[in-house]
Antibody, heavy 121, light 110 residues
Framework: EVQLVQSGAEVKKPGATVKISCKVS????????IHWVQQAPGKGLQWLGL????????VYAEKFQGRVTITADTSTDTAYMELSSLRSEDTAVYYC??????????????WGQGTLVTVSS | QSALTQPPSASGSPGQSVTISCTGT?????????VSWYQQHPGKAPKLLIY???KRPSGVPDRFSVSKSGNTASLTVSGLQAEDEADYYC??????????FGTGTKVTVL
C-alpha cells in the first residue's frame, strides 16, 4: 500500500524557516518524483515544485524560486520541503504528492495527509 | 505561470449533470495531453479523478468524464450524487517539469 506520511503542524514567526517531511512507503522511492502543493486557508491548490529522488534534482515554481528548497533522502525514503523568509501569506496546508505510481501520465496519484504551517508573530 | 481559470461554483440536483471548465493557454492545457482533475472534500487531501486528459484511475466511477478542446478542458459529473459535493481542481503540465493548477470549483448538490 502506497503511503505518504507528513510531519506535524508547525507554528513559525515571520522571517523564520520551516522544514516539512514526507516519508513514503509502498513503492520504490527513487522511481517517482515527489511534488509539493500549497493550499492557503479557503484557497486553491498551488504547485510549489518537485524533486527527483534518484537524481537529487529539483524544479521550483517561479513564484517560490529562491525561498523554497525541496530535497530527498534516499536512505530514509523521505522528501523534505523547506520554505524560508516566512510571511503571513505562507500560512497554509502543505501537501506532498507522488506522480505516476499507480497511473501513467503526469498526475498526482497519491497524497500525504497535509501539514498545517501557521505564520504568526 | 498563471493559474488555470475555473468557474468558482457549479451546482445541480441529484441525478443531473454539471460541467466544469478549465481554461489555460497553449503553454499548458493546449500544449500537452496531461490535464488531470482532483476532487477535494473539506479537510481532506485531494484525490485524483482523471489523468492524461480523460483516463480514470481504478475505482473512479464513469460518471466522471472529461473533454478537451484547444486550451480548455471540461469535467462533467453525470448522475450527481450527494457525495459529489466537493471542490474540484484541474491541473496541467506546463513544460520543463512545471505544473499549474486551476482556481478550483465548488460543486454543490442541491
Amino acid at each position: 500500500e502506497v503511503q505518504l506520511v507528513q510531519s506535524g503542524a508547525e507554528v513559525k514567526k515571520p522571517g523564520a524557516t520551516v522544514k516539512i517531511s514526507c516519508k513514503v512507503s509502498g513503492y520504490t522511492f527513487t522511481d517517482y518524483y515527489i511534488h509539493w502543493v500549497q493550499q492557503a486557508p479557503g484557497k486553491g491548490l498551488q504547485w510549489l515544485g518537485l524533486v527527483d529522488p534518484e537524481a537529487g534534482e529539483s524544479v521550483y515554481a517561479e513564484k517560490f524560486q529562491g525561498r523554497v528548497t525541496i530535497t530527498a533522502d534516499t536512505s530514509t525514503d523521505t522528501a523534505y520541503m523547506e520554505l524560508s523568509s516566512l510571511r503571513s501569506e505562507d500560512t497554509a496546508v502543505y501537501y506532498c504528492a507522488v506522480a505516476g505510481v499507480a497511473v501513467a501520465g503526469l498526475s498526482f496519484d497519491f497524497w500525504g495527509q497535509g501539514t498545517l504551517v501557521t505564520v504568526s508573530s | 505561470q498563471s493559474a488555470l481559470t475555473q468557474p468558482p461554483s457549479a451546482s445541480g440536483s441529484p441525478g443531473q449533470s454539471v460541467t466544469i471548465s478549465c481554461t489555460g493557454t497553449s503553454s499548458d492545457v493546449g500544449g500537452y495531453n496531461y490535464v488531470s482533475w482532483y476532487q477535494q472534500h473539506p479537510g481532506k487531501a485531494p484525490k485524483l479523478l482523471i489523468y492524461a486528459v480523460n483516463k480514470r484511475p481504478s475505482g473512479v466511477p464513469d460518471r466522471f468524464s472529461v473533454s478537451k478542446s484547444g486550451n480548455t478542458a471540461s469535467l462533467t459529473v453525470s448522475g450527481l450524487q450527494a457525495e459529489d459535493e466537493a471542490d474540484y481542481y484541474c491541473c496541467s503540465y506546463a513544460g520543463s517539469n512545471n505544473y499549474v493548477f486551476g482556481t478550483g470549483t465548488k460543486v454543490t448538490v442541491l
